[in-house]
């Protein structure tokens, strides 16, 4: 079984959420923020912009939730599997778009969410 890899950069939880909308995925996540504790339910995402950040909506709440910066996400957690991501799985977001990880001794960039052919 394939090791996850727990570490995100912001821009690849950003076009996670682009790729969770633009394919209408039946897929809701939580995360976690600076100093604060995990949001307690999970969210859709209803739209995401540059200008606004991102809009969720809690259906436990029946409430809408915006959230302007993803750098202020630590950590975030999907309730249903995506390409390499796993439910139930908290991943780390880091804003350092440059890091590596280091698997079995040698290090790989990151994946991101791209197929093989480069688009997403």
């Not at 999970?42 to 259906?59: C, T």
């Not at 436990?60 to 799985?89: A, G, K, Y």
Request: aromatic share 10%; hydrophobic share 35%.
């Amino acid at each position: 079984m394939e090791e996850i890899k727990s570490l995100v950069s912001v821009n690849e939880f950003k076009r996670l959420l682009f790729t969770i909308l633009e394919g209408h995925f039946p897929i809701n996540i939580r995360y976690r923020m600076i100093g604060q504790l995990w949001h307690p339910n999970f969210l859709k995402v209803l739209k995401i912009s540059d200008e606004s950040g991102v809009v969720f909506y809690d259906a436990t709440r029946n409430s809408l939730l915006s959230l302007s910066d993803l750098s202020t996400v630590i950590q975030f957690e999907m309730d249903c599997p995506l390409h390499n991501f796993q439910p139930n799985f908290h991943y780390q977001v880091t804003s350092n778009e440059n890091y590596k990880v280091v698997q079995n001794g040698s290090e790989n960039h990151h994946p991101d969410l791209r197929n093989s052919n480069g688009s997403m």
